[in-house]
């Protein structure tokens, strides 16, 4: 129970930081908002509870999906079919995803392959961090 408390309390703190994120404007914002959510996604397979799990993928989920929307809404009317036909795409994607691996079950190197990714996607999060609150600008001019 308490780490259902836990969780339930990241994801809120977690979903707020990733609307917050999708609302900045700027390249490094959105950079770190979609390694947030590929981490959140990547770390939800090690979680064997399903409260535990839904606490790390509803925050993804409404992060993409509000990056998706704000990037939408401020493209121009020649982005919008863009926009459309990757939601479209992923749409698709995810379901065959979802209809086809409860049948089968995956190969051990593609777990491999999800842990590596989990931690790149860990450590590639300091960088764009440090990028998003311009410490390389700042540690350029300091002399």
């Known amino acids: ?21 999708s609302l ?10 979609l390694d947030a959510v590929v981490l959140l996604l990547l770390h939800s397979r090690a979680l064997v509870a399903a409260r535990h799990r839904l606490a790390m993928i509803v925050p993804a989920i409404l992060g993409a999906a509000t990056l998706l929307a704000v990037t939408g809404v401020r493209a121009d009317a ?23 691996l409860p049948e089968h079950r995956l190969l051990p190197h593609w777990g ?27 540690a350029r001019t300091v002399h």
């Open 78 to 100: 020649r982005a919008w079919p863009i926009v459309v036909g990757v939601a479209a795409v992923a749409a698709v994607l995810f379901f065959a995803l979802e209809r086809s």
């Open 112 to 138: 491999r392959v999800g842990d590596l990714l989990h931690t790149l996607t860990a450590a590639a999060l300091i960088p764009v961090v440090l990028w998003l609150v311009n410490f390389y600008e700042f």
């Open 1 to 21: 129970k308490y780490m259902a408390a836990l969780y339930a309390g990241l994801a809120v703190v977690v979903a707020a930081c990733l609307v917050i994120l």
């Open 24 to 33: 900045a404007a700027g390249l490094p914002a959105h950079v770190v908002e």
